[in-house]
């Protein structure tokens, strides 16, 4: 399988934006779950934000509600996640995850295609 392509990370400081992007090389977003979790060396990966491609579904972790933004490009099957409000507690690798079903979308084992992850680091 393709893997995820995600770009966009960096190193900003506390209530700086980035914007991350997530692109599929030889494949479609279409019909696809897709999802942003991210991962630090103490904790599991957690879900950030999810987005069904197909009905417009989205889904926000409790942590960045209202900060954080998942969108898609249809033009350029691109999913992106705004990030804005940065914190400390933001630092982590960023992953892009997708699935063709619209279930357990909070699950990280429940994807089935992966990128290889973007490190965001918040400082204060």
């Known amino acids: 399988q393709v893997p995820l392509v995600e770009s966009g990370g960096g190193s900003v400081q506390v209530g700086d934006s980035l914007r991350l992007s997530c692109s599929a090389p030889?494949?479609?977003?279409?019909?696809?779950?897709v999802a942003w979790f991210r991962q630090t060396r103490l904790q599991d990966r957690e879900i950030v934000a999810v987005l069904s491609w197909k009905y417009d579904f989205v889904y926000y972790g409790d942590s960045v509600k209202g900060r954080f933004t998942i969108s898609k490009d249809n033009a350029k099957n691109i999913v992106y996640l705004q990030m804005d409000g940065l914190k400390p507690e933001d630092t982590a690798v960023y992953y892009c995850?997708?699935?063709?079903?619209?279930?357990?979308?909070?699950?990280?084992?429940?994807?089935?295609?992966w990128g290889q992850g973007t490190q965001v680091t918040v400082s204060s």
């Open positions: 995850a997708g699935k063709s079903q619209w279930t357990r979308v909070l699950r990280h084992e429940a994807y089935e295609f």
């Open positions: 030889g494949r479609t977003f279409s019909s696809q779950t």
